[in-house]
């Protein structure tokens, strides 16, 4: 994280690695499979240059931490696509390519979560409720979000607010 404060990705990234062609062979062709790896911490602002121009050295930095456990990963790939910061903003409108949704920071959790008044599902449009990343408790809590507002949905609706 460090290298990231200070305008860097890191040398040494933490990466998350997901194979769904394991569990779904059907989003890969016959005897090859997809690999899909998320890395933190990347900065949104690059000290020295700039994400269009700095992405392949980026993604060959993941290559190159994923070959230090697995040794012949680079003869496996076919083919790659490394999403930056500026990319996750720019193609999925994500702010800062911040796939959270907002900060994970004091000032953005628990009631404030995503906005103070909205922070227990409900939007100001009748029978609209939020959940996802943007809610509490915030993204990389997989369901959790979802589940919560189903739960406030079914409150609602027993007081008959539904």
Same mark, same amino acid.
Request: include cysteine.
């Given at each position: 994280?460090?290298?990231?404060?200070?305008?860097?990705?890191?040398?040494?990234?933490?990466?998350?690695?997901?194979?769904?062609?394991? #569990?779904?062979?059907?989003? $890969? +062709?016959?005897? =090859?499979?997809?690999?899909?790896?998320?890395?933190?911490?990347? @900065?949104?602002?690059?000290?020295?240059?700039?994400?269009?121009?700095?992405?392949?050295?980026?993604?060959?930095?993941?290559?190159? #931490?994923?070959?230090?456990? $697995? +040794?012949?990963? =680079?003869?496996?790939?076919?083919?790659?696509?490394?999403?930056? @910061?500026?990319?996750?903003?720019?193609?999925?409108?994500?702010?800062?390519?911040?796939?959270?949704?907002?900060?994970?920071?004091?000032?953005?959790?628990?009631?404030?979560?995503?906005?103070?008044?909205?922070?227990?599902?409900?939007?100001?449009?009748?029978?609209?409720?939020?959940?996802?990343?943007?809610?509490?408790?915030?993204?990389?809590?997989?369901?959790?979000?979802?589940?919560?507002?189903?739960?406030?949905?079914?409150?609602?609706?027993?007081?008959?607010?539904?």
């Amino acid at each position: 994280y460090d290298e990231a404060k200070y305008g860097r990705f890191s040398r040494r990234p933490y990466i998350d690695i997901v194979i769904p062609s394991l #569990t779904d062979p059907s989003v $890969a +062709p016959p005897g =090859k499979h997809v690999m899909s790896c998320f890395v933190q911490y990347a @900065p949104y602002n690059l000290k020295e240059g700039n994400w269009d121009d700095k992405r392949e050295e980026f993604g060959d930095t993941v290559i190159e #931490t994923i070959a230090e456990h $697995a +040794p012949n990963i =680079k003869d496996l790939i076919l083919y790659r696509q490394v999403l930056t @910061p500026l990319d996750i903003e720019r193609d999925f409108g994500l702010s800062e390519g911040n796939i959270f949704q907002g900060e994970l920071t004091l000032e953005q959790l628990f009631f404030l979560r995503p906005a103070p008044g909205w922070a227990q599902y409900r939007t100001p449009i009748r029978n609209l409720y939020m959940c996802g990343s943007a809610t509490h408790p915030g993204g990389g809590v997989m369901g959790a979000p979802g589940r919560n507002a189903a739960m406030q949905l079914l409150k609602d609706w027993k007081r008959g607010k539904v």
